[in-house]
């Protein structure tokens, strides 16, 4: 069935996934819920967490696949929109401890209080309500890098020189959110959440809703993905990627076309990013550290970029093999992933998938012509 699902077509390995999503959002918590923590078929509450954390970093991946494997936009600082968005769901769910928190006060957060803050900032008032909180979690990160990719692009600032302006972006906003003074938690970022919606984070129900919710998520972001290239936008965008200056002499706007994409696909890094704060429980400026979007480039490459599927292989995979390094061999990991993604580079340059597709065409270009010459006549020269 692998051999199947990495072989096939993309419309087919689409629906596939899609229906592998969408039975897990559904049979995840029934297997969580349903079945006695006596069986085996159980899933534990920290098992259904930590899959969960993963599905977010996998749609991470993919809004990084859109705009690096379909644009060739190398983007190094996609932690920063999936920290935004993580910050967001954050100041929503601090409004929600309300008076539960150690000072008592129902207003303002512990922080504020212990830093004597008088009022709340401005720019928290609207996060007690859970829509004005979503319309953030999209909205923040999509302006950034609107505004972000307006001057970038218009500027035709490409290649290794946009990579390492946007690894600039992410670490200026990691400096700034470790500043006391910028109101959101500082070097000790958002945490000790209480309820989401009115019910509690802690709660087996909750945590398998989130569950359902992260893996509802990943299959609309799969399926908007795979709809916009395989549109005629899509193939802008490959056009973009490939022959810009080509483009341009044709009366295209590759700055518009770059534009689009790129805001997209901070939206979508935003939202796994809400997603995964109410899953692990915190967030700290530490989000935003450029290691981890360089992780995320590491994950789908791993997995194969340019190919939707592939870059929710790679982010699935090195993640559980990290939570696995991690409690098994500690001082290793970052030695396995260094290992790992020179590995990919040299031997997998497109990845786990692209090497799949491309050998199972080789395969296939060979069996075809297998018959052709078992049904030549032996007697018949080559030239006959």
């Not at 090497?355 to 020269?381: C, L």
């Amino acid at each position: 069935m692998i051999t199947r699902f990495l072989a096939g077509g993309l419309e087919r390995r689409i629906n596939i996934l899609l229906a592998i999503l969408v039975a897990a959002a559904v049979l995840v918590p029934v297997l969580h819920l349903a079945v006695p923590a006596s069986s085996p078929l159980h899933m534990p509450t920290y098992v259904v967490a930590l899959v969960g954390k993963y599905l977010t970093y996998a749609l991470l991946a993919l809004a990084l696949d859109l705009v690096w494997g379909f644009c060739g936009i190398l983007s190094l600082g996609h932690a920063a929109f999936f920290a935004l968005g993580g910050y967001a769901m954050g100041m929503y769910l601090m409004r929600q401890i309300g008076a539960r928190s150690v000072y008592g006060n129902p207003d303002l957060p512990d922080f504020m209080v212990f830093l004597n803050w008088k009022e709340l900032p401005w720019f928290w008032h609207g996060f007690d309500h859970f829509w004005f909180a979503m319309l953030m979690v999209m909205a923040v990160p999509g302006l950034l890098a609107f505004v972000f990719g307006w001057f970038a692009f218009r500027s035709r600032i490409t290649g290794v020189y946009l990579s390492i302006i946007t690894q600039a972006l992410t670490y200026a906003l990691m400096l700034a959110f470790f500043r006391n003074n910028m109101g959101f938690g500082g070097n000790n970022g958002l945490t000790d959440f209480k309820d989401i919606l009115g019910f509690n984070i802690q709660a087996d129900a909750t945590r398998s809703a989130l569950f359902a919710a992260s893996a509802l998520a990943l299959a609309l972001g799969v399926l908007v993905t795979s709809a916009l290239v395989r549109s005629k936008y899509g193939k802008l965008l490959i056009a973009a990627r490939d022959a810009e200056s080509r483009m341009r002499f044709l009366g295209y706007r590759p700055e518009n076309i770059k534009l689009f994409a790129f805001t997209l696909s901070a939206v979508m890094a935003g939202i796994a990013g809400a997603l995964y704060v109410p899953q692990v429980g915190i967030i700290n400026p530490g989000e935003f550290a450029p290691a981890n979007s360089i992780e995320v480039v590491v994950w789908t490459a791993v997995g194969g970029r340019g190919t939707i599927i592939g870059p929710i292989i790679g982010a699935l995979l090195v993640n559980g093999g990290k939570s696995w390094f991690t409690g098994a061999l500690p001082e290793l990991w970052l030695f396995a992933l260094g290992a790992l993604f020179i590995a990919t580079t040299l031997f997998l340059p497109k990845g786990i998938v692209g090497a799949w597709e491309e050998w199972w065409k080789q395969r296939r270009e060979r069996d075809g012509r297998a018959p052709m010459m078992s049904a030549r006549n032996p007697i018949e020269s080559p030239a006959e």
